[in-house]
T-cell receptor
Framework: DAGVTQSPTHLIKTRGQQVTLRCSPK?????VSWYQQALGQGPQFIFQ???????QRGNFPDRFSGHQFPNYSSELNVNALLLGDSALYLC?????????????FGSGTRLTVV | LAKTTQPISMDSYEGQEVNITCSHNNIATNDYITWYQQFPSQGPRFIIQ?????VTNEVASLFIPADRKSSTLSLPRVSLSDTAVYYC????????????WGAGTKLIIKP
């Protein structure tokens, strides 16, 4: 039973560029949440997708957008990258309505903006 | 929104029992309290989850009082490899979807 898979594991981008990160949820899960974690900080909630729609959103600018596909996988897009966007981006999957029950994380994508 | 409070850091020694407490108010009445372990540059790893009273698995125990306003993660006989950041995660009592993270407790185990 595959857990949450994220790709790529690492990438380096230049300021002003755009990036797309990908997440495949754990088998049986239908909800995907994205987090940004700066070095030495706790995870900060970006948004959550369910039924291919953004269900809730944290305090992040519109440069951060996402998408969920019919197979429940998800993408996180960040436009006009800033140096401050350098962080570990985490994807978590769950089953709708279960809140923390079974909430499972991927290993993350380390984004470095130079 | 619910709010959680954890100690910022803790030190202990190999072989000791470590207890980390998270205080949380206004949490979802129908949701579990979950604890995660995180090593640098890795995703949080599930440790244990409970609704009330006591839960035990092969790596930890979780104690939750009847009022569910706090939870205590207990790690028996810690080793150097338990050095990590530990987070509690709860559902918010005012939202169907919002999850509230603790700030994390950096646990350092010394030989």
């Amino acid at each position: 039973d595959a857990g949450v898979t994220q790709s790529p594991t690492h990438l380096i981008k230049t300021r002003g560029q755009q990036v797309t990160l990908r997440c495949s949820p754990k088998s049986g899960h239908d909800t995907v949440s994205w987090y940004q974690q700066a070095l030495g900080q706790g995870p900060q909630f970006i948004f959550q997708y369910y039924e291919e729609e953004e269900r809730q959103r944290g305090n992040f600018p519109d440069r951060f957008s996402g998408h969920q596909f019919p197979n429940y996988s998800s993408e996180l897009n960040v436009n006009a990258l800033l140096l401050g966007d350098s962080a570990l981006y985490l994807c978590a999957s769950s089953l709708a309505g279960e809140l923390t029950l079974g909430y499972t994380f991927g290993s993350g994508t380390r984004l470095t903006v130079v | 929104l619910a709010k959680t409070t954890q100690p910022i850091s803790m030190d202990s020694y190999e072989g000791q029992e470590v207890n980390i407490t998270c205080s949380h108010n206004n949490i979802a009445t129908n949701d579990y309290i979950t604890w995660y372990q995180q090593f640098p540059s890795q995703g949080p790893r599930f440790i244990i989850q409970g609704y009330k009273t006591k839960v035990t698995n092969e790596v930890a125990s979780l104690f939750i009082p009847a009022d569910r306003k706090s939870s205590t993660l207990s790690l028996p006989r810690v080793s150097l490899s338990d050095t990590a950041v530990y987070y509690c995660l709860v559902g918010d009592g005012d939202s169907n979807y919002q999850l509230i993270w603790g700030a994390g407790t950096k646990l350092i185990i010394k030989p």
